[in-house]
């Protein structure tokens, strides 16, 4: 999954998207609001973390940008500031869940899978289509009950694919959205016409069917009929 | 050469010219009046003698010295009253040199008892030797007095320019660090020199209508970049919402693929204006950044298009590079450096990377240039063939190395392209 990151301490910054990169997760750091949302405004991101004190202003503007976008992200705001009222103007511009530092990078880690969850999943642990099943804290998936083992990018791919049903997604959203933002930098995306290719090829060997339907010159979309 | 060098060197080479044509003067004054005094003794030595001649006639042979030798001649005949004074070269028997003399010949006749008239020469020759010593001494003595004289004045000349110009440096050194980009107001020091206070007026003046100009243009930036994202997200919702529908035909893809690369190229090309325009405030925080881990950690994100375009990828690090960056501005750095490397490259070409303390070169294959390479950094030149990119990826670049007082040089040979960073 794809993560946004706006806070401005740097050193935090650094280990909380190193560690959520370990964690299977794209993110993208940034220490301000005009940074922040100039990629709310360019990309798309599964989650939102953000730190409400920012050099250049109330991170809650981050939030209200996200929700006037009309973004499917799921937003979880950390901050120091721990008074009830901050807590209630947070979660009432939109949040769905509030964080106060200090935390555990575990508490955060199971936040942010339990928000995914209910955002993509009703909340369940595991994610079943037809013959496929997904177990996102796992990072584990299978067809028919059997173990379909798959490459980071493939397992993003299918998740990201799988989690958004029925949408056609370019493929400049889907390399932004599973190698990162730079990646808007390339004209070519012959890279995920590969990693797709494999996932078929893979799933289809496990006796899965193609769910993966080629959109002419835009990208893919993951058909549920 | 800076200002006080240049008076100072004006002044030691003119003084220097003064002095020689003075020194010159001097000497010929001196050697004139030396000549004509030394002449004047000779005279009256000459009427001495010529007055005794003429009491006592004859009189006896004067011992010479070598520097004076007196002779006198008699003559049988009377000779006419004439006197002459000249320069003449006798050789000194003691060192065996010849030098150079001053003579007077003075011929006359003198009667003797029996009233007969016969003709004398008495010739008188002194040496120019000491003379001349004395010359030297004195010439010696003047060019002493004036080197002191030039080092004196040229010390005290180069005090009163450093001081008198000492607001102007003051001046400059303000001027230097004055950046309109932060918003800073130019600050100059008060001066005693009315000129210079009459330049800090119009300066601060001239720095006021700038200031107020930068702003408004900023603000004018910020306006359009504020407005122009309201209609282009409209643009990409509605490119999201028909995408979504069925029966899509071909040419629909076709056209919406291209209304949506338009709309992703405006937002982009907004959103890197709204970035310059915020890079020029932001404050120029210096860090100190490990440019090889941003290196290494771009290369391996890139990993899956560096594959699938067959790129050979290449590094050199000759030694560990510090780079006074923040964080985030080295990523925007190496990214947009490597990023072209990458976007403009050709399938199957080649990547060198090389880093040293001082510099940060990237070498790529691409295209062959159409246009000259100075042109590479100004904003919104791209080349034809790359529709997406907005061609301000350079000039980004090119602000932060400004801001940071480091320099990019770029330098192309047919379809060889390289771009260094110096730090």
């Known amino acids: 999954m794809k993560i946004l990151l706006v806070e401005d301490d740097a050193e935090l910054g650094k280990t909380l998207s190193g560690f959520m990169e370990n964690v299977n997760s794209t993110c993208e750091h940034v220490q301000s609001i005009s940074d922040a949302l100039m990629k709310v405004d360019l990309y798309e991101y599964d989650i939102a973390l953000i730190d409400r004190v920012l050099p250049d202003g109330d991170g809650l503007e981050v939030i209200k940008e996200l929700k006037n976008k009309g973004a499917k992200t799921g937003i979880i705001i950390i901050s120091a500031m721990k008074d009830t009222e901050d807590k209630v103007t947070g979660l009432n511009t939109g949040a769905d869940d509030y964080l106060p530092k200090p935390f555990h990078f575990s508490e955060l880690n199971a936040r942010i899978f339990s928000l995914f969850r209910r955002l993509h999943f009703d909340g369940n642990k595991s994610f079943h289509f037809k013959e496929i099943s997904i177990y996102p804290e796992k990072f584990e998936c299978s067809i028919n009950g059997r173990d379909l083992k798959l490459t980071r990018k493939e397992y993003d791919l299918l998740l990201f694919l799988l989690s958004n049903k029925n949408r056609v997604l370019n493929k400049e959203l889907i390399a932004t959205h599973i190698w990162g933002d730079n990646y808007d930098l390339v004209d070519s995306f012959d890279f995920v016409y590969n990693h797709v290719k494999n996932l078929r090829k893979k799933i289809k060997e496990r006796g899965g069917s193609d769910y993966i339907k080629t959109i002419y010159g835009i990208g893919y979309k993951f058909e549920s009929n | ?423």
Request: aromatic share 8%; no cysteine; hydrophobic share 40%.
């Open chain 2, 1 to 423: 050469m800076n200002l006080l060098n240049r008076t100072i060197l004006y002044y030691v080479v003119f003084s220097i010219m003064v002095f020689a044509l003075g020194g010159y003067l001097i000497h010929r004054l001196a050697s004139v009046i030396l000549v004509r005094q030394m002449s004047q003794s000779l005279m009256f030595e000459e009427q001495l003698i010529e007055d005794k001649l003429l009491s006592f006639g004859e009189i006896p042979k004067f011992n010479t010295t070598p520097g004076h030798i007196v002779d006198i001649q008699y003559h049988e005949n009377p000779l006419r009253q004439n006197q002459v004074v000249g320069d003449t070269v006798i050789n000194n028997p003691f060192t065996q040199r010849d030098e150079d003399y001053l003579y007077l010949k003075e011929t006359g006749s003198i009667s003797d008892s029996t009233g007969f008239y016969r003709g004398y020469t008495i010739i008188i020759s002194r040496s120019f030797e000491d003379t001349n010593t004395f010359l030297a001494r004195l010439i010696m003595i003047i060019w002493l007095v004036f080197i002191l004289l030039i080092i004196v004045l040229g010390l005290f000349n180069f005090w009163i320019s450093r001081r008198v110009w000492k607001p102007f440096y003051g001046i400059l050194e303000s001027l230097s660090a004055y950046d309109p980009g932060n918003l800073q107001y130019l600050e100059l020091p008060p001066s005693e020199t009315d000129e210079f206070n009459t330049l800090n007026q119009a300066l601060t003046a001239m720095s006021e209508k700038i200031n107020r100009n930068f702003g408004e243009l900023k603000e004018l930036v910020e306006d359009i970049t504020h407005e122009i994202k309201a209609p282009v997200t409209i643009i990409r919702s509605n490119y999201e919402q028909l995408l979504q529908s069925d029966n899509l035909t071909e040419p629909n893809l076709k056209h919406l693929k291209s209304i949506n690369d338009a709309a992703a190229r405006l937002s982009r090309l907004n959103n890197t204006l709204n970035l310059i325009s915020h890079k020029n405030t932001r404050i120029s925080s210096r860090g100190e950044v490990d440019l090889i881990s941003v290196v290494h950690s771009f290369l391996l994100n890139f990993d899956d298009v560096i594959q699938s375009m067959g790129l050979r990828v290449s590094e050199q690090i000759v030694e560990k590079p510090t780079v006074p960056l923040t964080d985030d501005l080295a990523d925007i750095l190496v990214s947009n450096m490597l990023g072209n490397a990458i976007k403009h490259n050709v399938q199957g070409g080649s990547i060198h990377i090389r880093l040293t303390a001082k510099e940060f070169t990237v070498v790529n294959t691409g295209k062959v240039l159409d246009r000259h390479p100075d042109q590479m950094f100004r904003r919104h030149e791209k080349s034809e063939t790359k529709e997406k990119s907005p061609g301000l990826g350079l000039s980004i670049i090119k602000k932060i190395v400004e801001i940071h007082q480091m320099k990019i040089q770029y330098s192309t040979d047919r379809n060889m392209h390289t771009l260094t960073l110096y730090f």
